[in-house]
């Protein structure tokens, strides 16, 4: 994960897998493209805009707090 790990993980290949749904289908319900979410669902980004985080919540029907949630502390 890079020198400045963020301490936060993203659920969301859990969630969209409990869905059914593809990445490329949330990239096209949200207006946020593949490799960005791909990014996200990763653990690489650094930030996440509001208005994103809420488009991703709105199409998958969750909170926040079932998309990103504290990862546990490094063994």
Do not use: F
């Not at 593809?22 to 990239?27: I, M």
């Amino acid at each position: 994960m890079g020198d400045e790990e963020s301490g936060v993980h993203c659920r969301l290949d859990e969630l969209l897998a409990e869905r059914g749904m593809t990445v490329v289908r949330l990239s096209e319900l949200v207006g946020v493209s593949v490799v960005n979410l791909s990014i996200l669902k990763n653990d690489r980004a650094k930030a996440i805009r509001y208005s994103t985080l809420v488009a991703i919540c709105r199409a998958l029907e969750c909170e926040i707090g079932d998309l990103l949630v504290l990862a546990p502390p490094a063994a």
